[in-house]
């Protein structure tokens, strides 16, 4: 029999919070200042804004697809942020913030999609 882990309330929060966080930066996608640095650039920060989007929605599963999907765009939005010379001190934070505290769950999440 599975055993079926619930959220606690400070997995839900930061939850939310990556929700949030993704819905803005779907605003940002669209802002001229992304338009100026290449045509490529929205498309590849879109798709990166999405995939933190529903990774954020299989960690509110309890999957752990979703931990390792937000690591990977995480990782690939501070990587190209970087080399474009565009890094927020807040998103780093933040992944981080929240990084550390998706690990801490880790292991009480279903492998299963």
Known sequence: MRT??????YLTFLCYLGLIWSLLSFLYVFSPSVK???IWFP????VLVASRFISMI???HMKKWGVFLFFTSAFL??????????LSVLEVILSVL???SLLFFFPKMDENL
């Open 58 to 60: 299989g960690v509110m």
């Open 77 to 86: 939005k501070l990587f190209l942020a970087v080399m474009l010379d565009q």
């Open 36 to 38: 100026k640095v290449g």
């Open 4 to 9: 079926i882990y619930h959220r606690n309330k």
């Open 43 to 46: 498309a590849v920060l879109g």
């Open 98 to 100: 929240i990084g550390i």
